[in-house]
């Protein structure tokens, strides 16, 4: 991404020129796509909601009277008889974050107006969205066979699988919910809608390479929330 | 208006230009304004009556909707209030006020007031309405997810209503939903209604997010040129700050609530501790009803000011017109704003003293909540100053402003009761409570409502509401609220408890029955009062003064549109462009005893407050 300019207006880095942006009158964050802006604070209120989430977890765990699951155990998966602690979310963390990685690239491609490399590079992102779900729902039948419940589970602490399925839920809804928009997006990058500034469907505003920008915040944002359940579940 | 800007790229030499005495040598130099950043808004126009009225992206609209659906509500609000009043100061009198019906009427009189009333009214409502027009944007930043918002919201409201059709009816476990009796046999509308309670909040907030972010990027990203955020007025800064904090305290209301939903439908012990019930073990255990009470008042205390900093902002432009002076102390009022924002997330647990958290606890939240006082005081010190020796024009939206500060400081001397751990113990749970927060929250934003409707309406219908029905209608709410609140401190004093049925043979009695049933009566009273708005606003629709530009010789842009009431796009072919801040009333040299905001400093140039 280039730093923005805008015509007549010096910008100036730093301190200093945050503070003159603040005072300007139009804009505050200079240059900024309107979109861009919103999602970040979007993103800002979905931390709140992810920090709730996880807040509630630890004092779950921390208040329950009946031992919580040992995760090296409960989450370890028989590799040729053996098993192997952590393996399936290894591969899980890892596919994630490659797939913010593609992304990354896709919105450098995108803004070099590379319509092929940015539409292969989104739908390889989606494409590794769909396996982590795919791997997630894995997980899930796995424990679920195990006699992991909401209510209940065989290795300790009821509350263990509460917040397991609630949260690894809600960020797999927003994993799911990215992976749709990813293919809507590679559909339209493909289809040049970006080029030739189509009109998006429902909202009918003029598309724009700014918005695989936009997706991608969302994308890291969802992979970054799951470092940190990741650490919460998996490594405490 | 001078738009020489081209070639002028010097933007440090003209910034640096004061407001000193400029009386020599006027030059269009004087007049520059930065040139454009954002190209001009791509707007949808609606062409069928869909798409104008229904399903319509103009904020404007959107405005209005929100209004009259959080309108309607609140009128169910009231109808709920009306026959809690009737159980309370006549017992038994209407034989369908069960005891299980008044804890619904309870509980959706508060969730209906604070949420889907007031919150929905001043930033749904007057949000969508002012932002644009008041920051010089031609609409929202995002118009089609400002018209989903308002859809999620009506489809929020419908579910909360279906909540009383439902077997066992709506949730009766008071508007703060406590677990573990919410959602546990016993309690009434522990089924369907509690979850439908839920996802109404759920559907509530995921709307409103749409709606804040909207507001929130339209003020940051979208305002017109010359427009800083220091020449904002001050109801956008009200409501910006107000998003705000919704924008960080719902989340936390959505959490509970799903995990309540959670806890209800798949039998999760979130919030259940082991239950012992008629000798039997619940299946639940091992949950911290603590623990929603923590998530529920993070977003509770930021609630109240959530309704609060719109109330402050919305009066401070009010008081401002209507003396005809500026604002006193601007910069101090935007930065109470802010601050009373920011604190407001660290006060939350003093709703909890009787929770018994550590005394530490208590003694923290209890300075935090007493720190705010100082910048809210200050507020009402400025709107005090800002009257003195004001050209006061006491027409009825005065006559709310004032209604306004004075109840407004009555609440707040009992919230200093209330924010202190050892009053508030005894107080706790007593009629006190309830005088305090509704007389702070209740009434005081209401009357800011009241006053601001008698105020934009005619920029939004293009006529005066009439003056004579204004009043009758003021005094009557005004006299009749502090005839129920009033007597209510008391009855919180002797130790009435709230959120009771019925009192019985118990020794309150003797005093508490005929205060009850004036409050009773004067609560009917206040209530069919609002009725008159109701018809004044229908009568003078078809009837009304017609009310012209800029009918209160205001500042502010919204009166500034070539057409009243505003069009689509709001500004006609070109936007206007900002010299100063709405707050330019009576001074000293100027022609008229107002100076707009889009007057350029060469026109005033005698005034020595060319620029502001």
Known sequence: ?236 | MSEDYNDNKTIHAQSSETMGGGSAGVTPDMDYVRPAEIADQDLYHGHSFITKWIFCQDAKVIGVQYFLLATFTGVVGLILSWLMRLQLGFPGAAGFVTAEHYYQFVTMHGMIMVVYFLTALFLGGFGNYLIPLMVGARDMVFPYLNMVSFWSFFVAVAVLMASFFVPGGPTGAGWTLYPPQTILEGTPGSGAGILLMCLSLILFVAGFTMGGLNYLITVLQARTRGMTLMRMPLTVWGIFTATVLAMLAFPALLVGALMMSLDKVLGTSFFMPTILKAGEVLEYGGGSPILFQHLFWFFGHPEVYIVALPAFGIISDLISVHARKNIFGYRMMVWAIVGIGALSFFVWAHHMYVSGMNPWFGFFFATTTLIIAVPTAMKVYNWILTLWRGNIRMNTVMLWCLGFIVTFVNGGITGIFLGNVSVDVPLSDTYFVVAHFHMVMGIAPLMVIMGAIYHWFPLVAGRFLSEKLGKWHFWLTFLGAYSIYFPMHYLGFIGVPRRYYEMYDSPYVTSAVGMNEFISLAAFLVGAAQFILIYNIIKTLKTGKPAGKNPWKANSLEWLTPTVPPEHGNWGDRLPVVHRWPYDFSVPGAKDDYITQTTPPSEVSNTGVEKT
């Open chain 1, 1 to 236: 991404m280039s730093e923005p300019k805008i015509e007549g207006i010096e910008l100036k880095p730093g301190f200093k020129g945050m503070a003159e942006d603040t005072g300007s009158d139009q804009t505050m964050f200079k240059g900024v796509h309107w979109g861009k802006a919103m999602m970040w604070i979007f993103l800002l209120s979905d931390t709140f909601i992810f920090s709730c989430f996880l807040i509630a977890y630890m004092k779950g765990r921390g208040s329950t009277p009946v031992e919580w699951p040992n995760p090296s155990e409960v989450f370890a998966l028989d590799a040729f008889g053996v098993p192997v602690p952590l393996l399936l979310i290894a591969i899980m963390t890892f596919v994630l974050i490659t797939s913010s990685g593609t992304m990354a690239l896709a919105v450098k491609y995108g803004y070099e107006k590379n319509r092929k490399m940015c539409g292969w590079l989104v739908l390889a992102t989606a494409i590794g969205g769909l396996t982590f779900v795919g791997m997630q729902a894995f997980e899930w039948s796995k424990l679920i066979h195990e006699g992991v419940r909401p209510w209940e589970n065989p290795f300790g602490a009821a509350q263990f699988g509460s917040f397991f399925f609630m949260i690894t839920g809600f960020h797999g809804t927003h994993v799911s919910i990215g992976v749709i928009f990813l293919f809507i997006y590679a559909y339209k990058v493909f289809a040049g809608h970006y080029d030739q500034q189509k009109r998006g469907w429902f909202t009918s505003m003029k598309g724009d390479y700014v918005e695989i920008e936009i997706l991608g915040l969302y994308w890291h944002f969802v992979d970054l929330v799951w470092v940190f359940i990741f650490a919460f579940f998996y490594l405490w």
